[in-house]
């Protein structure tokens, strides 16, 4: 089981996908857990403002800290052990190992990029990121989850989901993770968080069809595409299926499978 809170100004954007399909059917067998917060909710003044001009000018609107420490909170008092994430294209790219590593609630290669990226070159974000780690419910989270088999408590990520031109830096404070889906730019933070879900989700054993899918599936070890796969019908406009496939040889099937696989 795992836990998402998807903190946005759209929820309505999001819901429609993880209603649908697997990840439908990972809510239904209970093995995730998805929860909205509107961040609207948590704006302020009369108009529910999320957004203000950065200070020293420049085009845009930012996310103000206020709804959005708000709003975090709101979720942190139910569960102080979830973790944050924030979606921004000046996070760790994100990969098939960090996706295992949400889905088994054993975050080491993420935090160790974290790490690395708050060198003293960025004293900012550096200190705010000291600050946040030092809280016993970090500390809480860690023991919880020592044991990447078995972890005690299920892993509960809010997904913080920018949206307008970007965010006040002091927002990453309350931040645990910054991932990027690429070197792109995209308007929001809505996509990454629906790539991010999908991609650990589908990883939950027993939410994929195939109990080897996830396993033998591209990318599971290490940088390997998944071999050339067919179905019915053998013969297709005259494009025929490779006879050793038919041939009942396993491991001659395995062996050509293992040198049709494609490399990224
Ligand atoms: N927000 C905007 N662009 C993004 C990207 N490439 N990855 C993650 N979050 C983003």
Redesign the pocket.
């Known amino acids: 089981m795992i836990k998402f809170t998807i903190i946005t100004l759209f929820p309505e954007a999001l819901e429609p996908y993880l209603k649908t399909s697997m990840m439908w059917k990972a809510t239904e067998k209970g093995l995730a857990e998805f929860n909205f917060v509107n961040l609207r909710e948590f704006g302020l003044g009369p108009h529910r403002s999320v957004d203000d001009t950065p200070y020293g000018g420049g085009d845009g609107m930012l996310l103000r800290c206020e709804p959005v420490f708000n709003a975090i909170e709101s979720v942190k008092a139910k569960d102080p052990t979830a973790k944050v994430i924030l979606?921004?294209?000046v996070?760790k790219i994100w990969n098939q190992e960090m996706a295992r590593e949400l889905q088994q609630g054993n975050l080491t290669s993420i935090e160790r990029a974290q790490a690395e990226s708050e060198s003293p070159t960025e004293p900012s974000t550096g200190q705010h990121r000291a600050q946040a780690r030092l809280g016993d419910e970090d500390s809480a989270w860690r023991e919880a989850n020592r044991s990447s088999d078995s972890p005690v408590v299920t892993p509960h990520y809010i997904i913080l989901c920018?949206h307008y031109e970007g965010y006040d830096e002091r927002i990453l404070s309350i931040v645990d993770y910054k991932?990027?889906?690429?070197k792109?730019?995209?308007t929001?933070?809505e996509l990454?968080a629906l790539i991010i879900i999908d991609s650990v989700v589908r990883l939950i054993p027993g939410v994929l069809g195939g109990e080897q899918s996830a396993i033998i599936e591209s990318f599971s070890d290490g940088d390997n595409l998944e071999y050339p796969q067919y179905t019915k019908p053998y013969d297709f406009r005259g494009m025929k299926v490779p006879d050793i496939l038919l041939s009942g040889n396993h491991g001659e099937i395995d062996k050509w499978r293992k040198e049709h696989s494609g490399k990224a």
């Not at 991932?179 to 690429?182: A, N, V």
Request: a neutral charge; hydrophobic letters at 25%.
């Open positions: 979606p921004t294209p996070g920018p991932i990027s889906l690429g792109y730019v995209l929001g933070g990454p």
